[in-house]
């Protein structure tokens, strides 16, 4: 039998009226269905999810065929949620029975509202690489620069990134993480990128006009991460960044972040981000 | 193209950006532009150069900017009897799809997503410049 699902969010969205129609009132035959997909499909899923059409009423068998499912698919690392899409879910509670079941009324509300880890790993990943493509789209049209080349170090030491004499920070936070972007330069190389972007000479001491220009370097790549990522859900909120500068400005995250370097080179010389996130 | 002597009002609470387009506008041989770091005081501009009769031909601004936002300050110009025809770019880091929506709904004349060359600028003003000729 061909059982129809789809995948989403790292969840399988499994549609079902058996439970809710004469049909497998116990949820015997919902089982054999779950029973009957290749457990390929479970790889790098975390949640099953059974939409039922119509009012539920769960019985006591139902539940036992719930909880045979949630057993099952756990040995595949997949959690279990059930949907009622039109009116209210009638469960008839036995024992402990009621921590299985979490009730939604529609995909995108249990999307929002629960606490998924939608493998938050992958997710941060995502981002680190987003934001690199945005940072090498960004550099050659506001730089003017021929080619960029971005590289992306983890940084198992964090008080081993480079030290930086001018730059941009902005904090982040979005449904998978939290954290702070910070886009540094030598005064050297942000003369130079300076000059580029603001189509002029860069002379003399750098004012505090110009140091601006690193902050909206910051929220340019960032605005182009976004407009990729929040198209995936990942609904990414940025402060308006803060300029710094001084003599060799170490940066370094709260313990037990994870920190990020991404290097930028190209003819101007080398450009940091700095990427800390808690998830 | 927009004429040489074009009245130009850019917009942007980033003064490096606002650098950055003033320049970009003095290459393609424009004169005469003003400037504002929020809605609130290009508004005050607008009136200001309409009263010396040297009004204001075309904005160029920024969403995301204090006391007074883009989007506001294009609703404000939009809804006065003397500027609502002005045209209208807003050039931005907030590219998301409702945001364009709201920006197109309240009457933009064109939406640019940061970052943006001189070629793309050039190539919008002068296709606003033909649209306007042709109505």
Known sequence: MLIKFKKENSCIIFQSDLLSSAKDPDGKELFNNIKSINTVEFKNQSWLVILLPETATLNSPALSSLCRIASYISEYGLSLSLIVQEGPLNVILKNNMKDILKPFLSVEEFYVNNKIDFNKEQKVNEFVATLKESAEMSFKVLLEVQSVECRVTVLRDPFNAPAIQVGAMAGILSTYFNGNIVMGFSNDVFRKAMGRFLQMEVTGEISNEIKDGAAELLNVVIGQTKIKLNEKSYNIKQVIPSVITGDNIEVFPMMKKKFIQISCFSELGEILILVSVNN | ?135
């Open chain 2, 1 to 135: 193209m927009f004429p040489k002597q074009t009245y130009i009002l850019v917009v942007d609470d980033m003064v490096a950006m606002r650098i950055r387009v003033i320049n970009q506008l003095k290459s393609m041989g424009f004169v005469n532009i003003e400037q504002a770091g929020d809605g609130q005081e290009a508004f005050s501009i607008l009136e200001k150069k309409k009263s010396e009769n040297t009004p204001i031909d075309l904005i160029i601004s920024d969403w995301n900017m204090p006391v007074m936002e883009g989007i506001d300050f294009l609703n404000k110009v939009r809804s006065s009897v003397a500027f609502a025809q002005l045209p209208f770019i807003m050039v931005t880091a907030e590219g998301e799809k409702q945001q364009v929506i709201k920006a197109l709904k309240s009457g933009v004349s064109d939406y640019l997503i940061k970052p943006v060359s001189q070629e793309v600028l050039e190539k919008k003003l002068s296709g606003m410049w033909n649209r306007q000729k042709a109505s």
